[in-house]
């Protein structure tokens, strides 16, 4: 049993996205983004990149005591290839042109910490994408989507539908993969209201394949 934590919660990013998925699991949270740049260095894997991501995150949100804080960064690889996010029209196309009926891996780095302790863990999601058209991508890209996403696509994207099928965690590919999330939170005594099947069943009809 867990016992009760009077630790407050923090999610060290702005993306609104992963306020939903907070929401939904039913927790209260503060929000403290943090800007840090995201430049992969010489050398350096997909894995050691993003979990460097996830941990320069957590510091600069810089927890003070009592307070248990979430960070997480979210990359596509395709080919040893990281994806970020497109910054413009031309960039989101070219990107979205690459995942075309392809694998890639989804990964999030993923840091619960507070002032004494971290702990992090690399998510990763298999996404096979559909042969979407051009002018499908067109039309996607008109809407102002790709811009703030890794890879320049949303898995729950309802008129673009991007996806085919999936390995893994749906909820990691939007970048909070929730049931290492609640294992993690565990450890530090935060209890987590909603169980993370149930945010799946809510967002995609099933529930997740992560076993936690």
Known sequence: MNRKS???LVLASGSPRRR???RLLGLSFTTRPVDIP???EDGETPDEFVARMALRKSRAA???PGEVVIAADTIVVLEDDVLGKPDTEYE???MLRRLRGQAHQVETGLTVSTDTMTVVEIATTTVWMRDYSDEELRAY???GQPFDKAGGYAIQDEIFRPVAHYQGCPMNVMGLPLCRLTAHLRIFGVSVPVAPK???RIWFGE????PL
């Open 207 to 210: 529930e997740c394949e992560d």
């Open 198 to 200: 149930e945010v799946c």
């Open 62 to 64: 810089a927890p003070t």
């Open 6 to 8: 009077s630790n407050r």
């Open 141 to 143: 890209i008109a809407r």
């Open 38 to 40: 995201e430049n992969r």
């Open 92 to 94: 989101a196309l070219e």
């Open 20 to 22: 939903e998925l907070l």
